[in-house]
């Protein structure tokens, strides 16, 4: 009875105070997520759990290394390849570049990196080719940690962490995300700018932060801004304020960074050039990508976006319906972009990737919503796409990689380089080029640019060779003193053109596996001829 008469006095005497009792906040490594209202800790990183950054970005660093092939040419030819000439003074620029339709601020990042690394006197060619590339990871996670950090202000810890499951087994978001892509860079500004999209329920909202990073990713690539045509509108017609959003944001914004990438391409094309407008008139007004292939316009709806979503697209339908009003903004943006991407004739699995984190937030309330089978749901995506990022990402077209090896060994063996020249004879742009070599040897390639002047019947040097290869190289080396002594063929050109290949004296000195799924001019087998 005593302690029933000591408990009633103590709650009449708490009742009775005018003061609010605080208590004493636990602090502890163990509560991961922060309690709303409360900015950071010194466990804390990128306003994250430090120890889930981290982890993310030793997976993204895993992910860089365990990529070993090759996916489209521009990941070197657009980026690696112009920064080694900007910073070494020699290597190739296609034609792009003399036509003003790519831009320098992108490069420039890598031609940073490179000129870092040669005033160190560290440009070794490894360092050449993977530090980019975990630069590019780097970037990665940290758009994967800002992915989950929304999804968690917008619902919970919960549904974030089967959003952020999503996103990291991703089979092509690993296949892409550490390349050295216009494409990968663009989808990581995309992913920083929805973190500070004005979201219903989003505590991050900065309109001068998302709209210069919607500004930085159309320069670097102008068909970004394709994604965010539905959300802009969308935030500057629920804005009260509309002037001020436009006169004090987006113009400012525009022009600034309009204003910087108009200075970098004046310093290095050495004359006024708006590469943006060039790019749209290019692909979009004339529709001259097509050059490069066409696809029929519903490619991308039974392909490309199937493709690219992989095992996720039963969970991302499923996801489509029961994700709430707020993200209706997101699967508008995804339709658009497909749609639009469909108009043109020049179809590619990489142009869509920057929508891929807008569709793990689908998949990712599909996972949350799963009861009795999401145990088995985790498994299949788990390993369905392990075994798909690991096949592409080292046994898939890897040998135009691994070739690059063994003409870096001829810089090595040669004192005089100008004694060892090599010939790539496969469809152009096949390999990278000097910043996998990173030494002046000679070297050539079959070239493919586009008909710009409007010609009937045209037919660049690729197409002119493979017409009838035998005749092109009797032709083209009717002089032995011209004659390289190294060439690169896929196995598929040997038997058209052995009888050359004996006559001038070449023995085949390496075999390099490429891919289990040749098409066209390619080969299961790259091959390497020396002349004896």
């Known amino acids: 009875m005593e302690r029933a008469g000591g408990i009633l006095f103590f709650r009449r005497h708490r009742s009775s105070s ?127 940690v800002k992915l989950y950090s929304l999804v968690r202000q917008l619902e919970n810890q919960e549904v974030a962490k089967w959003v952020f499951f999503c996103q990291l087994c991703s089979w092509f978001t690993w296949y892409c995300c550490t390349r050295t892509l216009t494409n990968s860079m663009e989808t990581v500004l995309t992913t920083f700018a929805l973190f500070y999209y004005p979201l219903e329920g989003s505590k991050s909202v900065n309109s001068f932060m ?37 006169l004090q944001h987006f113009i400012p914004v525009g022009l600034v960074t309009l204003g910087f990438s108009l200075i970098i391409d004046r310093i290095f094309f050495g004359q006024w050039t708006f590469v943006q407008l060039n790019f749209l008139k290019f692909n979009v007004l004339k529709n001259l990508g097509k050059f490069y292939g066409s696809h029929p316009w519903h490619w991308y709806i039974c392909q490309g976006f199937p493709v690219i979503l992989g095992p996720h697209l039963p969970f991302f339908i499923h996801g489509c319906f029961l994700t709430v009003r707020r993200y209706q903004i997101l699967l508008v943006a995804i339709v658009w972009t497909v749609l639009v991407y469909s108009l043109l004739s020049h179809k590619e699995f990489r142009f869509i990737y920057p929508i891929l984190p807008f569709c793990m937030v689908f998949c990712g309330h599909s996972l949350n919503h799963l009861k009795t089978w999401k145990k088995p749901a ?77 010609k009937e019947n045209y037919l660049d040097e690729a197409d002119k060779f493979y017409l009838n290869p035998l005749s092109w190289l009797n032709q083209e080396f009717s002089n032995n003193t011209l004659l390289p002594t190294h060439l690169i063929i896929f196995s598929v050109l040997e038997e058209e053109i052995k009888t050359f290949l004996s006559t001038h004296g070449y023995k085949r000195t390496a075999v390099i596996f490429h891919t289990h799924l040749p098409e066209g001019r390619t080969g299961s087998h790259i091959y390497i001829y020396e002349k004896k």
């Open 18 to 144: 005018p003061e609010t009792v605080k208590l004493r906040k636990r602090k502890s490594v163990l509560y991961s997520s922060p309690p709303e209202g409360r900015t950071g800790s010194r466990f804390d990183l990128l306003g994250e759990n430090i120890y889930l950054v981290l982890f993310t970005i030793f997976l993204r660093i895993l992910n860089c290394f365990l990529v070993q092939t090759s996916f489209v040419p521009d990941e070197y030819w657009q980026s690696l390849e112009v920064a080694h000439h900007m910073v070494f003074n020699y290597g190739y620029l296609t034609w792009e570049w003399a036509e003003g339709l790519r831009g320098f601020s992108y490069p420039l990042i890598f031609a940073s990196i490179y000129k870092i690394l040669y005033l160190f006197t560290k440009d070794s060619v490894q360092l050449l080719i993977w530090v980019p590339r975990l630069a590019q990871a780097l970037l990665s996670a940290v758009a994967d």
């Open 210 to 246: 998302y709209s210069s990073l919607v500004a930085l990713a159309f320069i670097i690539r102008p068909t970004a801004v394709i994604p965010w045509m539905p959300l802009l509108f969308r935030h500057f017609w629920q804005e009260q304020k509309k002037f001020d959003l436009v």
């Open 378 to 454: 985790l498994s299949f995506l788990f390993l369905s796409n392990v075994m798909l990022a690991l096949y592409t990402g080292l046994i898939h077209q890897r040998g135009s990689l691994d070739v690059m090896t063994h003409i870096q060994e001829l810089c090595d063996d040669s004192p005089n380089q100008s004694s060892a020249s090599v010939f790539v004879m496969m469809p152009c742009h096949s390999t990278p080029y000097y910043s996998h070599v990173h030494c002046p040897l000679p070297m050539r390639f079959l070239q493919c640019p586009p008909d710009l002047n409007g």
